[in-house]
């Protein structure tokens, strides 16, 4: 596929998502500092690209976290499978997906395992290793603790290799500060007796909004924080806002403006998004309509308004391309070539 030939934000077709390269760069080494090598394990779930999931392998993060079978397939096709970890459940049809995708690659896929169910599924497509997933709190996937060493059992009678435990406190991310570190101990706690039952040496958790508590996992799961949004940034953690939605200005009425972009570009199940010195009134399919801030002018038809979405993991699926920005100049094109399942 040919890129276009975009050299300034200002010829982009909106909308368009935009990162700001040197922000983006100060997120990895932000992160990097605090989680360097492999003890990070980044979650390509949150921006589904391999030009991006490249840059941190660079700085030697090679293991990597992924949601979808889609993003394992994309990862080994890319070359970046050292040490993949399909940190999510598969069965049925899916796992038998996984097992072919693993059949015909050079790479290393571990897979998430919470029921014999899924062990089972693992074993019959042939992946070889997996972590027990351990529920510690937030009512989505994950075994009960004390079924965690049964599961092992299990794992290893059917052949195959247990690394050790995973376990996602994820409804612990936007805790409030005077509250997260004695809950995040106490989940991490839950992790660790689990542990002790399963073996191994792995025990993967956490995420962009617990990467200065969790002290207790072996690896860090984070993605957000590489590009963020609107609400990790109310954390006040110092990464930055790398990625917003370049629009247009279509229409003005008496005291709102009309963006071009709307729900099918930005996810808002984090709440509306944001525009700087505007107040966001309403999103619907193709359109977002904001008043200027108090005492502030109307903008003119025509104008760009940058737009920062409220959930970057659900807004970037939407799209087929990130544009690395240095300034207004158009640097790079990332194609989002993991979306999808
Ligand atoms: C299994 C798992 N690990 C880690 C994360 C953390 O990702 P982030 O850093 O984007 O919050 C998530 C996000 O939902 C997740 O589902």
Redesign the pocket.
């Known amino acids: 596929v040919c890129k276009p030939a975009l050299v300034n934000i200002a010829d982009l077709p909106t909308p368009a998502l935009v990162v700001d390269l040197a922000a983006f760069e100060h997120n990895v080494t932000t992160m990097g500092a605090a989680w360097p090598g492999t003890s990070l394990r980044p979650?390509v779930?949150?921006w589904k690209c391999t030009s991006l999931a490249r840059r941190l392998h660079e700085r030697g993060h090679v293991g990597f976290?992924c949601?979808t079978v889609r993003e394992i397939d994309g990862m080994l096709a890319a070359g970046l499978g050292d040490d993949l970890l399909l940190?999510?459940q598969v069965v049925g049809v899916n796992a038998k997906r996984l097992g072919d995708v693993v059949a015909r690659a050079d790479g290393r896929v571990t897979v998430a395992v919470d029921s014999d169910a899924t062990i089972d599924a693992a074993a019959a497509a042939h992946v070889e290793e997996v972590l027990v997933d351990v529920n510690v709190g937030m009512p989505r996937c994950g075994c009960a603790p004390d079924d965690a060493g049964r599961l092992a059992d299990r794992a290893r009678a059917a052949g195959l290799t247990v690394r050790g435990v995973m376990g996602?406190e994820?409804h612990l991310?936007m805790e409030g500060a005077a509250t997260k570190a004695e809950k995040v101990e106490a989940a991490m706690a839950i992790l660790l007796r689990a542990h002790e039952a399963v073996g191994g040496d792995v025990v993967s958790?956490?995420?962009?909004?617990t990467y200065a508590t969790n002290r207790w996992v072996t690896e860090l799961?984070?993605?957000?924080?590489a590009l963020m949004d609107t609400d990790y940034g109310r954390l006040g953690s110092p990464f930055r806002q790398a990625l917003h939605l370049h629009t247009t200005v279509i229409s003005v009425g008496r005291k709102w403006a009309v963006l071009d972009a709307g729900l099918k570009a930005i996810a808002m199940d984090h709440g509306n998004p944001t525009v700087a010195d505007g107040d966001v009134w309403f999103v619907s399919d193709e359109h977002t309509t904001y008043a200027p801030a108090e005492g502030g002018a109307l903008p003119r038809v025509g104008d760009h308004v940058r737009v920062v979405p409220a959930h970057v993991?659900p807004t970037i699926a939407k799209h087929e391309r990130m544009h690395l920005v240095d300034g207004e100049e158009i640097v790079d094109v990332w194609d989002i070539d993991l979306r999808h399942w």
């Open positions: 979650h779930k949150a976290c949601a940190a999510n996602y994820g991310m958790g956490g995420g962009t909004g799961q984070a993605g957000s924080f993991d």
